[in-house]
């Protein structure tokens, strides 16, 4: 850098000092409509196109003169040789900085075995997934198409509340479906086993640190074949089979790491993995076989409130406090650049609270306290559309089976459903009720659309669509 640039680093910026520096320079200390910012420009400029001004400047450096107390008290005993060595190291410091910015720490041979694997798999599953679409496109005929959508969406029209069942005496903040029953997480450490009578089948309390049953607040809740993994306030992971022919919970192990809450669990779709996000401010990894942690990831500056899976297993989507969307790549543990751009308007400017990737494997779409469901292409890696669909926070998303439409809920108490690709709102359902709505899953059975809600009510409720398909 040459010896101006260094000058003009030594410029002050508080406009006091400023116009103490332009009274020494004899210059005028204001002039007509001119404000803090143009000011300290005008000084710039003095100092840039001026070599006898610029002379002038080093030597009241050099020399601590002051006009007032206005000017940095620092500079009175301050040479220019011991300012350039200041601003140099300065640099270096900097530098060093921005070079601490991203690190990478030596992976185990177990992690690098999983990566491969994971490889493996998603080569395997994203061929699959590109033989259905270029399918699905050859025999395309855009009038029969548009016909099933058109039907599709009235019938969306017709659902209808079936049934409410009170379970639990504090929020229920979870709920899936899997072969045939319902599992739903409360704020009371618990997560209840129901039928689609939506009956009570059974419980189960997570452990603590301790291992002592007593959590509280279940975060997430996911299900794989027949385990649910769910995570709670202590920011232990509980895991839990689940014996189908009696509709009962079995054994519980537990997975410890996380240093503050488990806000979100999604199992990867190889089914022996794991991965969690925590108000820690990472996500971790874990192996189930070996009951144990691969890694943890930084790079969230606030808690991360939910994570979700692509598809084909080879991408991880995480959203945080920080109101950022961030991509990761689980075959070689690297970041893809960001999704949120602020500068051109998109993205999200309040904590992200949901996320979901579509069958696709490029919509990812996000729901943040900003009341804003964002769909992001990551072709383009930015937002293609901003859908209306609630009025406060949202709290969860689901893809419909079928892929054709979006189900939402929120802090405003309703149910949203929007189309996917036209990114419309089709139908909103108020429940009947002021308390938030906290999740929401849904499934095909026999020809009918179902979905089941739980929220502040404390309770479970069960729509319904008739001949769907």
Not at 436 to 455: P, W
Request: hydrophobic share 35%.
């Amino acid at each position: 850098m040459s010896e101006l640039n260094f000058v003009l680093r030594t410029v002050p910026t508080l406009d006091d000092d400023v116009r103490s520096m332009l009274q020494l320079l004899d210059q005028p200390q204001t002039v007509y409509g001119e404000d803090n910012a143009i000011r300290r420009e005008r000084l710039l400029e003095l100092i840039s196109n001026s070599t006898t001004i610029q002379e002038k400047y080093v030597d009241i450096i050099e020399n601590g003169q002051t006009a007032k107390d206005g000017i940095d008290k620092n500079l009175d005993n301050l040479s220019y040789d011991g300012m350039m060595d200041d601003v140099e190291a300065g640099e270096e410091e900097e530098e060093e900085e921005e070079e601490d910015e991203d690190f990478y720490t030596p992976g185990s041979e177990a992690l690098y075995d999983t990566r491969v694997k994971i490889a493996n798999f998603s080569i395997a599953e994203s061929r699959k997934r590109l033989e259905k679409q270029y399918l699905k496109w050859k025999s395309y005929k855009e009038e029969e198409i548009l016909s099933e959508r058109r039907n599709y969406y009235e019938k969306l029209g017709n659902i209808s509340l079936e049934g409410s069942q009170l379970v639990s005496d504090r929020y229920i903040s979870t709920v899936k479906y899997n072969n045939n029953l319902i599992a739903c997480g409360s704020w009371d450490g618990k997560v209840y086993l129901m039928n689609s009578q939506l009956e009570i089948l059974d419980s189960i309390q997570g452990l603590d640190n301790n291992n002592q049953s007593g959590s509280e607040k279940i975060g997430s809740l996911d299900w794989c074949e027949n385990k649910i993994a769910f995570g709670n306030a202590d920011g232990v992971i509980n895991i839990a089979n689940v014996i189908f022919e009696d509709n009962k919970f079995g054994n519980l192990i537990t997975l410890k790491g996380h240093l503050s809450r488990v806000m979100s669990t999604r199992f990867h779709p190889m089914g022996n993995l794991l991965i969690s996000a925590s108000s820690d401010m990472t996500w971790r990894l874990w192996d189930l076989n070996k009951k144990e942690e691969l890694y943890y990831q930084e790079g969230h500056t606030a808690g991360v409130n939910a994570i979700d899976v692509h598809p084909d297993g080879s991408l991880l989507a995480s959203g945080g406090a920080d109101a950022l969307v961030k991509l990761w790549d689980l075959r070689t543990g690297k970041q893809l650049p960001e999704l949120n751009k602020r500068n051109e308007n998109t993205g999200h400017i309040r904590s992200v609270q949901s996320l979901k990737w579509r069958e696709n494997g490029y919509h990812l779409l996000s729901g943040g306290a900003d009341s804003n469901l964002v769909v992001w292409d990551i072709r383009m890696m930015k937002a293609i559309s901003t859908i209306p669909a609630h009025t406060k926070m949202i709290t969860d998303i689901k893809i419909l089976p079928g892929d054709l439409a979006i189900a939402t809920t929120g802090y405003d108490g309703c149910v949203t459903i929007s189309e996917c690709d036209s990114w419309r709102v089709r139908k909103r359902i108020l429940t009947g009720v002021s308390e938030k709505i906290m999740a929401i899953d849904a499934f095909n059975f026999e020809g009918e659309l179902n979905i089941v809600t739980g929220g502040w009510d404390r309770g479970v409720k069960f729509y319904a669509v008739n001949n769907i398909n």
